[in-house]
């Protein structure tokens, strides 16, 4: 089980990274063009996946209280980014500070968003919060097509294997 969430958490990294590399040559007008999808917009995408993957990996943490990062956050959209890739990159220390599988069966409680509280194991959460944050990745780069960009590098899995070798 380790094994795969690292690939995972590894994957979910290199495929923000690829992403984002597209993103952060877009203006301000860009990033908030309405252009339909979950979230309207590229900016408001990207927030949603950051703050996702932060909400996550605090629950994780055992945090008490939840922080939102993108409600108190006064960067630019290219630092917004490098936060949302911090983040990201957590997620793959985490799993490989575990010492076996038997980490990842470990079932935590935390609030859901409604404010019940609720449980799930370690490997839900993760599995979980990876497979968001591709679903995602996946409407940015539908948005970014609908801007005329042609030029979008792969963010396959597989192309992230076959790059490992």
């Known amino acids: 089980m380790k094994r795969i969430l690292l690939d995972y958490?590894?994957?979910?990294?290199?495929?923000?990274a690829r992403v984002i590399e597209i993103l952060k040559t877009l203006n301000d007008q860009t990033?908030?063009?309405?252009?339909g999808g979950s979230f309207s917009t590229i900016r408001n995408t990207v927030n949603h996946i950051w703050g996702a993957e932060s909400i996550?990996?605090?629950r994780l943490m055992m945090a008490e209280h939840i922080l939102i990062p993108h409600q108190t956050f006064e960067g630019n959209f290219a630092e917004a980014c490098s936060a949302w890739l911090t983040v990201s990159s957590q997620f793959t220390n985490f799993v490989e500070k575990q010492f076996d599988d038997r980490s990842f069966e470990h079932a935590?409680?935390?609030?859901?968003?409604?404010?019940?509280?609720?449980?799930?194991?370690?490997?839900?959460?993760?599995?979980?919060t990876m497979n968001h944050s591709t679903f995602h990745r996946g409407q940015l780069i539908h948005y970014a097509r609908l801007l005329g960009i042609t030029q979008i590098p792969s963010t396959d899995q597989i192309t992230f294997f076959r790059e490992q070798k």
Do not use: G, P
Request: aromatic share 18%; net charge positive; glycine share 0%.
């Open 9 to 16: 958490t590894r994957y979910n990294s290199w495929a923000n």
């Open 31 to 35: 990033l908030d063009q309405a252009l």
């Open 108 to 128: 935590f409680s935390y609030k859901a968003m409604n404010k019940t509280v609720v449980k799930s194991t370690v490997y839900e959460a993760i599995h979980h």
């Open 56 to 58: 996550w990996y605090q």
